[in-house]
């Protein structure tokens, strides 16, 4: 094992595929999990002889604690006696005083078969040192400075002591002779520890050169034994990974690297919710250097993480898998630069590799990437990846994590053995916010950076207004804006955008009393206009598809601005599913989750329960917070030309309607109904007017910012167009008592209240026919909301808006920014710019050329323009007389036209 690690790493000087394989395979076999012993626990000797300086007696004792990484604090004390007793302090036989803190790490057996003797790394962040006599501190001067001077009886704390200050620690456990380095103070030292049951361990020599402390052997290089006072007690496993874990500077012999270190965060539930999802970010970083001083490149991932199961063949595992849109890469020297160009260009003109510079990839075309990155990421779309997960906890409270590669598959995943595991993180934050709060506070600016979607990489935007809401009802309600700018596949959203989508229009939140996803809250959203610019050919052609596109009962053409509000059945199959639930006038309905500085909303449904049993996918990956709400522009101004685009009331009807409000307060509520599920495109088969007054009565007590308002109708008029449509009139509301007032074709007219009874199963209109009723709306800008209205007073102003209630859109609302596209220019405008530039030339030549000529820069042909006022009035005389019919005559400029109102032409008749 030795000869072949020693020559693996001589392969990888020269950077060989070989070698990152059986790399790998080597650090595999030797981080098996199983029977590890029991290596935490208080390791104890006094005033026992020195193994490594005769002559000499030592106080040892070593705390360890975790399973497979944890943190150590060693106190040494060095005695000037070959025999007991060991005095301490100045007045006795001690030479040295020595406490030392900081982490350590197991790398795996050192020989096949034998699980007593561990290869590991000791990483000592602080020392603290006493000399007792002045030989003492005079051998430290010439041992270890430090950049500075040591005195006897005086202690100094070391925290990081290079080589060239710090040459012999052996005084401390460093490896001395003519190649050994020693141990770094503030970096990682390698060696073995033995541990022997729960009854000793021999604890060898350090240093900090990975392949000498590799290849220490048990049999000459102890440097101390030491028996086990206190062992800790027993491991066990669970899977609430919620937090921050670090896995310290540590070996990991992949590509150029020598060492490297990382960071994990995941917040989310545990592996008793199977199938939630959480977030999770993680950075690798990795250095040339064993001690993590020189970073080659890093690599940062952010992302949802689900757990989906136990694993069978891991203690404590539990398979993972991971989504992440993007991945970031920063290359630190230009070593790695040039390499990464060679073997990963990946589109480069869309992100080019340079040092420092970090590139976003979010999936590469095949052929352009041949590295395998760490945790084996190959920019797959949306990154997702199949791992395994391993935590290890000890009664002293502390806990590791332990994971394998990725994988592309689950069934690959389950294939891993604990062999596979790597090193451990350590629990080092309890920064885990989850579970969240049922608070909805959504107004803001959101933002996911870029992901893979169907027609390309694309940023998505999110501008939200509103009040949050009661947290247990659900009564917020709000605009909503979504803008997406789509970039190329594989472009990682750089470069210019291929489509611009905007839709605009309210949300609504519909409370929490059905999703089981804690934190979260079911919410509806009704975009009422989505803005288009399409800027390839291509694409313009995907979506004038009949089959597969979305024409919507029209034409696109590239770089031209098109809204839409609806489209007639079987004009937008949209395959792509670019737009969906929620737009083209079908609610989307969905679950929610405020998790402070980020937002994560699930994909939409047409039906409720559909959308709020939904569960938060892997992609639905978080929106980020980017900046501080905008207050709604909430007014008590609703005069204005108001209308609702077409919307479904139930399985029988669609309806559009406006509603027209004037400044003395007069209203004409206008509603037109047609078949259900053909977008308002079909006949029309029933009109309800109804005329009246509005007033406003305060605010309403349940909703922020929304009005009391009383309708007081004066006279509705209805007309059936429709047989079945009569039919189901006379049913739900005939409007009189014994029979129905109602006929085909003809438009009836009522000025007063149905009488009671006679119109209840018709709540289509959520107003009464005709007479007083009450309820609440809102104004937001462009958006104004009305309540259902109901005879009672009270009911009317003490409800809260819920997703059945109208919305109306101000009839003069400007259309949606269409984004960065380019307006093309018109003919007209090219022919205008043609013959100013043309004028601009001919003027500046001129006076060139007159100048040159006689020194004097004059407008060429002046004498010409000077004339031309002259030669234009005219002309126009002349058609003017040609155009009054004068009769024979010569022209004559400037002549009176002819005034005899009794001929048949002349001015004054024209």
């Not at 009704?526 to 995907?542: G, P, R």
Request: glycine fraction near 10%; charge should be negative; charged fraction near 15%.
């Amino acid at each position: 094992l030795t000869i072949l690690f020693v020559e693996l790493v001589r392969m990888m000087e020269r950077n060989t595929l070989l070698a990152f394989v059986l790399a790998l395979g080597l650090v595999a076999s030797v981080n098996g999990a199983a029977s590890v012993p029991n290596q935490c626990g208080l390791y104890n000797s006094v005033c026992a002889p020195s193994i490594s300086t005769p002559g000499q007696r030592v106080n040892t004792s070593i705390i360890l604690t975790g399973y497979l990484a944890g943190n150590i604090t060693m106190v040494f004390d060095t005695f000037n006696t070959a025999s007991a007793p060991c005095t301490q302090g100045a007045q006795g036989n001690q030479v040295l005083n020595v406490q030392a803190s900081g982490t350590w790490l197991d790398l795996g057996v050192k020989t096949p078969g034998e699980n007593d003797t561990r290869n590991w790394q000791v990483t000592y962040d602080q020392v603290a040192v006493t000399a007792f006599t002045a030989n003492a501190a005079s051998q430290l001067n010439t041992a270890c400075p430090c950049g500075g001077k040591w005195s006897a009886n005086n202690q100094r704390i070391l925290f990081n002591c290079p080589k060239s200050t710090c040459g012999d620690t052996s005084w401390m456990g460093g490896l001395k002779g003519n190649d050994a380095t020693g141990i770094t103070i503030g970096g990682p030292a390698f060696g073995f520890s033995t541990v022997t049951g729960s009854q000793s361990m021999n604890m060898s020599f350090l240093d900090s050169t990975y392949t000498i402390g590799m290849n220490l052997q048990p049999s000459v290089d102890v440097w101390s034994f030491i028996p086990k006072s206190v062992a800790c007690g027993a491991i066990s496993h669970d899977s609430n990974f919620c937090g921050m874990w670090t896995l310290p500077c540590s070996p990991n012999l992949v590509d150029s690297a020598v060492a490297s270190d990382s960071t994990f965060f995941y917040e989310g539930p545990d592996g008793q919710d199977l199938f939630l999802t959480g977030i999770f970010r993680q950075q690798d970083t990795f250095y040339s250097d064993s001690g993590c001083g020189t970073p080659l490149y890093s690599i940062v991932q952010k992302g949802t993480l689900g757990i989906t199961g136990a694993d069978k063949r891991i203690p404590g595992g539990h398979l993972i898998q991971t989504g992440a849109p993007y991945t970031h890469i920063t290359p630190f020297t230009q070593t790695v630069v040039d390499d990464f160009k060679k073997n990963c260009p990946c589109l480069s003109k869309y992100g080019e590799w340079k040092v420092g510079n970090t590139r976003r990839i979010t999936s590469c075309p095949p052929n352009t990437c041949n590295f395998d990155w760490v945790n084996n990421i190959t920019f797959n779309t949306n990154g997702l990846y199949f791992k395994i997960f391993a935590k290890t906890s000890r009664d002293d409270s502390s806990q590791e994590l332990q994971t394998t590669f990725n994988a592309d598959s689950a069934f690959e995943a389950k294939a891993f053995n604990p062999s596979d595991l790597h090193h451990p993180y350590l629990f080092s934050d309890n920064t885990c916010k989850y579970p969240y709060d049922s608070e909805l506070n959504i107004c803001g600016l959101w933002q996911h950076t870029c992901s893979a979607q169907s027609m390309g990489d694309t940023i998505t935007t999110f501008t939200i207004t509103g009040s949050a809401g009661d947290a247990s009802e659900g009564t917020g309600t709000g605009t909503i804006i979504r803008e997406r700018s789509i970039h190329g596949t594989s472009t990682a959203c750089y470069g210019s955008t291929i489509a611009k989508i905007v839709e605009s229009g309210f949300w609504t939140d519909m409370g929490n009393t059905t999703t089981t996803i804690q934190g979260a809250r079911q919410i509806s959203v009704n975009y009422v206009y989505t803005s288009v610019v399409l800027e390839t050919d291509k694409l313009v052609q995907v979506f004038n598809n009949h089959y597969t596109g979305c024409p919507c009962s029209g034409i696109w053409l590239k770089g031209v601005l098109r809204i839409i509000t609806q489209c007639p059945p079987g004009t937008c199959p949209d395959q792509l599913g670019v737009f969906g639930a929620g737009t083209l006038a079908v609610p989307g309905y969905g679950i929610i989750r405020d998790q402070e500085m980020s937002v994560r909303m699930s994909s939409l449904h047409e039906k409720e329960e559909d959308g709020f049993t939904e569960n938060l996918q892997l992609s639905d990956f978080p929106l980020d917070f980017q900046g501080d709400c905008t207050p709604g522009q909430f007014n008590n101004d609703y005069t204005g030309s108001w209308v609702r685009s077409c919307s479904g009331d139930n399985s029988i009807h669609d309806f559009r309607a406006s509603f027209d409000i004037s400044t003395n307060n007069n209203i004409n509520l206008t509603f037109e109904f047609s078949k259900a599920n053909e977008g308002c495109f079909a006949d029309e088969e029933l009109s309800i007017v109804q005329i009246g007054k509005m007033k406003l009565h305060g605010p309403a007590p349940q909703v922020p910012h929304a009005s009391q308002v009383e309708l007081d109708i004066s006279s509705v008029t209805v007309t059936v167009f429709t047989q079945n449509t009569l039919n189901s009139l006379d049913q739900q509301c005939p409007c009189s008592v014994g029979a129905s007032i109602w006929t085909l074709n003809t438009p009836i007219t009522i000025k007063h209240a149905c009488p009671v009874g006679t119109c209840d199963g018709f709540d289509i209109l959520r107003t009464p026919f005709g007479g007083v009723s009450y309820g609440i709306a809102l104004r937001s800008g462009y958006f104004m909301r009305f309540s259902e209205f109901y005879r009672d007073q009270q009911s009317g102003y003490n409800q809260k808006f819920d997703n059945t209630d109208f919305y109306f859109v101000y009839g003069d609302i400007p259309p949606p920014s269409s984004g960065p596209s380019k307006k093309k220019m018109s003919g007209g405008g090219i022919l205008l710019l043609i013959a100013f530039f043309g004028a601009l030339s001919y003027v500046l030549i001129g006076m060139l050329w007159n100048y040159k000529e006689s020194g004097i820069p004059r407008v060429p042909h002046v004498d010409f323009w000077r004339g031309l006022p002259s030669l234009i009035s005219d002309g126009w005389q002349f058609t003017k007389s040609k155009i009054g019919g004068s009769s024979g005559g010569s022209y004559k400029p400037m002549a009176t036209p002819h005034s005899d109102h009794s001929t048949s032409g002349g001015y004054n008749t024209l």
